[in-house]
């Protein structure tokens, strides 16, 4: 198990950048592949990008794809998604989330940040 906390959401207007990170609790962190999911009103809850556990290889929903970056820090226990060039329809609540595979949420999940991006 793992206890995860998002922080770093806002208000920001289009075309305008924010980064949102996730701190892990544990000594298992590194262990895990790490997610980023976000669920929009009245939508369900998507795969943003992932990263696998030594941070080698990222991965992207084709929607954000170019325009977000996923990265790790094993030695703080941190997980960041750098979000530039933001768009309206990129307002969510973002949601860090451990799992075993990237892609596919396992069932540690942080508290959610709101991202709101005005037009």
């Known amino acids: 198990q793992v206890q995860l906390v998002e922080s770093g959401g806002g208000l920001v207007q289009a075309g305008g950048s924010l980064r949102v990170s996730c701190t892990a609790s544990g000594r298992t962190f590194s262990m895990y592949a790490m997610n980023w999911f976000r669920q929009a009103p009245g939508k369900e809850r998507e795969f943003v990008a992932g990263i696998h556990q030594g941070g080698a290889s990222t991965y992207y929903a084709p929607s954000v794809k170019g325009r977000f970056t996923i990265s790790r820090d094993n030695a703080k226990n941190t997980v960041s998604l750098q979000m530039n060039s933001l768009k309206p329809e990129d307002t969510a609540v973002y949601y860090c989330?451990?799992?075993?595979?990237?892609?596919?949420?396992?069932?540690?999940w942080g508290q959610g940040t709101q991202v709101t991006v005005s037009s």
């Open positions: 989330n451990a799992a075993w595979v990237v892609g596919t949420p396992g069932d540690n």
